[in-house]
């Protein structure tokens, strides 16, 4: 019987569950290291293939990111840790390498549109080097303790180009992130914010509205 199993007859939480809570974990643990197998060899796959194979890309980005809503679509290519830990909602938009590091839930609402090199990462590490580094386990193994804390980003924001969001943050419904802003903390919701740490600089209203051509003619 191994560790893990005699681990879950003892009661105890698997190293998946103590990720999910955002606590320390073991990365190294034989469970998630075949998720990230399988979710890493599901990104080279879809990487591989052209766009044009759309029923097959679709096939492949159903298995790895199986909570994913109607008329999304992430181009390639494309990298998560695990993507089963990723939520994504209707009509979602991301551009070339979009990155997701979900060892927290990540959860990405309606209507999201992402310019190319967004990433959303959620791991965090201790700031001592003592704490941090690798360090050797009883059956020889290498291993480290990390955490993560999870990504919330509500429906229609739109994060531009290069942007980088961090673990712990929720970014409000109906904001937009400038681009190659790196948001560190929360975000109203309608804001328009940027930099590096990404600020509010002000508030979403109804003054910013354009006047749009309307040449495509609109469902009623």
């Not at 990104?43 to 298995?63: H, V």
């Not at 802003?181 to 002000?202: E, N, Q």
Request: hydrophobic share 35%; glycine share 10%; aromatic share 8%.
């Amino acid at each position: 019987m191994s560790e893990l199993d005699k681990g879950n007859l003892r009661g105890e939480r698997s190293e998946r569950e103590r990720m999910l809570a955002g606590e320390f974990y073991n990365a190294a643990s034989p469970e998630l290291g075949s998720l990230r197998d399988k979710a890493h060899e599901l990104c080279r796959q879809y990487n591989s293939l052209p766009e044009t194979s759309r029923e097959e890309r679709a096939a492949i980005m159903k298995q790895l990111v199986p909570h994913m809503g109607a008329y999304s679509e992430i181009l390639g290519p494309v990298y998560f840790d695990y993507g089963i830990f990723t939520t994504i909602g209707n009509r979602v938009f991301a551009n070339f390498n979009f990155t997701v590091l979900d060892v927290c839930p990540v959860t990405i609402g309606d209507d999201v549109m992402m310019g190319p090199n967004v990433s959303i990462m959620t791991p965090l590490h201790p700031l001592r080097w003592q704490d941090r580094n690798l360090r050797k386990a009883a059956d020889g193994s290498l291993f480290d303790y990390e955490y993560g804390a999870p990504i919330t980003i509500g429906s229609n924001c739109w994060l531009a180009a290069n942007v980088t969001v961090t673990g712990g943050v929720t970014i409000g419904e109906g904001s937009v992130i400038g681009a190659g802003s790196v948001v560190t903390h929360d975000i109203p919701p309608h804001s328009l914010a940027v930099g590096t740490p990404c600020k509010v600089v002000r508030e979403i209203t109804d003054s910013d509205a354009v006047d749009l051509p309307h040449r495509v003619p609109e469902a009623d």
